[in-house]
């Protein structure tokens, strides 16, 4: 059975403090409030992991990730976290993949591969993200440039490897746009996606990938969301940082 998934991106905000007070923040609500079995992660700065572990001790449906890991294993490399490093303290998921990795810092799909790689090599399951912008929308096949980037970042795995990952699909259009992906369009792209993986490992496997939608996620969006049948749950970012916002969340889920 498919994991409910509800993981919470903060990308580079929060400062210490804030970061902890919200961190219990979440764990005293889900402990009050939430009735399932979801898994509750956290993706906080690399730097504050150590210490947000501290805070989920008591909370066994919560787990940490990885905002991003290095495709080295180690070596002269500034500046850079291995998965060796992140599973030393205790860290059981990545991002890997994220739009904003990809926009920003030009991360191609080998690159992504082989950080896919490395995470799995060290007992860290990968949350692999992908998505197409508007004017892929647009203009091309989006659901097939989706498809290949799955392809070419997973199609490598054997299939005991793929049932570590998760993939979070981020229609990147829908992101600080202004536009709004329907649950019909999310709902669209992840049954795509879920074909798409049960034609290289067969419908058994794909059926036990957790798929999680992560476009702009609020409380007020999660519950019709959640309901479609290949949405297992969702990457949340802003909405993560609010500790009544994305308890709703979860709730929802």
């Known amino acids: 059975m498919r994991k409910k998934i509800v993981a919470g991106n903060w990308k580079m905000n929060k400062l210490i403090d804030e970061a902890v007070a919200l961190t219990s923040e979440l764990v005293n609500m889900a402990n009050d409030e939430v009735q399932s079995d979801v898994k509750v992660i956290l993706c906080p700065p690399a730097i504050y992991l150590t210490t947000i572990s501290k805070y989920i001790e008591s909370a066994p449906n919560f787990s940490l990730a990885a905002q991003n890991c290095s495709d080295k294993a180690s070596g002269a490399f500034t500046g850079e976290i291995s998965a060796a490093m992140l599973k030393s303290i205790g860290v059981e998921y ?29 007992g ?30 997973l199609f490598h795995l054997s299939a005991d490897q793929l049932l ?90």
């Open 124 to 153: 860290i399951s990968p949350i692999f993200c992908c998505g197409e912008s508007l004017d892929q929308r647009q203009n091309e096949d989006f659901i097939g440039f989706v498809k290949n980037q799955i392809s070419e970042s």
């Open 94 to 122: 990545v991002l890997i993949g994220h739009s904003e990795r990809r926009q920003y810092f030009n991360e191609t799909n080998a690159l992504l591969a082989e950080k896919v790689n490395i995470a799995l090599e060290n």
């Open 164 to 253: 570590s990952v998760v993939i979070a699909y981020e229609p990147i259009w829908a992101i600080g746009t202004g536009l709004t992906a329907s649950a019909e369009q999310a709902q669209d792209m992840h049954a795509a996606l879920r074909s798409h993986l049960a034609g290289k490992y067969g419908s058994a496997i794909a059926e036990e990938i957790s798929i999680l939608y992560g476009g702009s996620v609020t409380a007020a969006s999660a519950e019709e969301l959640f309901a479609s049948p290949d949405i297992d749950g969702g990457l949340v970012g802003g909405a993560s940082l609010k500790s009544r916002e994305f308890t709703n969340i979860i709730k929802a889920r």
